[in-house]
């Protein structure tokens, strides 16, 4: 169902899902999803406590629930998107024990104990994060679909340049790269944005990692 | 998805012994394994999690290599200092592949054993004798563009999809394995993928509930290396052609050399015909082409993918020349 729901953004899909209710979800999920209630065979649940933002849930999932699918049904948080569902778009991207995964392509139940971070546990007390600050500041997004996965990504990809690590467009793997725009371009690959912000993105990201707005 | 069942590894012993059923599943960073179980192309009745399992460090061996556990991230693989110094085209090969969001999940035993990404293998209505044995190959007659053109089947053409994997074969790596009896073993890369044969769903020479716990990279050989990968777009895509390349100049003459090709066969392509080649030659042009017809002499294309014969062998003499310093 998620995979038509971009196109109905206009008109304001928080009020559709409010309003279509629980009959017309159904007609549009797709078979193979993990939204499982239709599965008769899935039997059995798992209990798992996830750490998300800093706060505990305890849940009852039955195994097939993708972490992205138990974030935005069972936990609500619906700030981290579906795109693909399939590992090839980033929307679904968030940060786990500091590092950014497609949350699609792991299974809620491989997470208990993992430190997760979500587009809506990146402001602190109120004031946006630095990188949500340059987004809207370079006008980083246009419709704003993949901009959540977006700016998880860039928050990860900041930490592992700090770290040291080298991409496909390091000249010499066994240096600490100089964050050119050409690295954060290779480092941003796993976020498709089918408005191609890319520019502005390039430009909020490099903006954070010279030390913000000044 | 299919419901399955859900085991957290206890032990190494506990973990193969589950997965020796042969609707079993061992799962790591799952990238792969998920994404086919949603489109019921893998379906899995018990998946065992190997993520407890002590899986996930890099030590130094004996001898002055690497022995890299199964659970290691592509990234922090890619991102290890002794592989970025010793095994630079492993990094470089690392890099090449999938996102960081990917390799963040994506575990070196899994890479190995990903399935290929034919698109015909993706689609359930047409007919593939991985997915379904006997069904037929809609690859062959078919929009064949990424397929294989070197040691495949007129029943099989996909080809397989690892970058890193490459780099591993050139580097002459060992995955070592541990089945449910305790019995362990040692397979080098070349020998670990089975050839389609009229068997393209046997992959692998692995047994049922054998578990690749480690790969080993025996010590660096003397030469420069380098990885190099040719796509339809600049990142994040698969190759349409890749080659590694290890090579030892002396003088104006190859002294060492180690050559595989990705993207062109059921398995990273290690290629004893350029090697022999390239060994003594002197470093020109000419000879890095002639490695790269020996290296295709047995390889055809099946229509959509006849490109990739001048490609394979354009890129190898591309890769050769920047490693050799050789306009």
Known sequence: MERILPFLSLLSRRRFLGTAGAATLTLASRPTSAEAAVEPAAMHSENVTLTVNGRRHDLDLDPRVTLLDALREHLGLTGTKKGCDQGQC???????????????LTLAVMHAGDEITTIEGLEKDGDLHPMQVAFVHHDGLQCGYCTPGQICS?????????????????????????????????????????????????SAIREVAEGGRT | MKPFRYERAGSLASACASATEPTAKFIAGGTNLLDLMKLQIETPTHLVDIGPLPLGEI?????????????????????????????????????????????????????????TRCSYFYDTTKPCNKRVPGSGCAALGGLNRMNAVIGVSNDCIAAHGSDMAVAMAALDARAETVAADGATRTIPIDALYRPPGNTPHIETV??????????VLPPPPPGRQLYR???????YAFALVSVAVIVEREDDRVRAARVAFGGISYKPWRSAEAEAALIGATATRASFDA???????????????DFKLPLARRTLRAALADVTGVI
């Open chain 1, 90 to 104: 980033g929307a679904c991207t968030v940060i786990v024990n500091g590092q950014r995964i497609n949350s699609c």
């Open chain 1, 154 to 202: 860039a928050v990860a990809l900041l930490a592992e340049h700090k770290a040291g690590w080298p991409s496909y467009a390091t000249a010499d793997v066994a240096t600490a790269p100089v964050l050119t725009d050409a690295e954060i371009a290779e480092r941003m690959s796993g976020n498709i944005c089918r408005c191609s912000a890319y520019p502005n993105i390039v």
């Open chain 2, 59 to 115: 030590e130094e061996t004996a001898d002055g290599g690497l022995r890299i556990g199964a659970r290691v991230t592509n990234s922090a693989l890619a991102a290890d200092m002794r592989v970025r110094r010793r095994y630079p085209v492993l990094s470089q090969a690392i890099l090449a592949g999938a996102s960081t969001q990917l390799r963040n999940k994506a575990t070196t035993g899994g890479n190995l054993l990903q399935r």
């Open chain 2, 206 to 215: 692995l047994a049922p509930g054998e578990l690749i716990r480690s790969v």
């Open chain 2, 229 to 235: 990968k040719v796509r339809d777009r600049a990142s």
């Open chain 2, 291 to 305: 490695a790269g017809r020996a290296a295709l002499r047995d390889a055809r294309g099946y229509g959509y993918n």
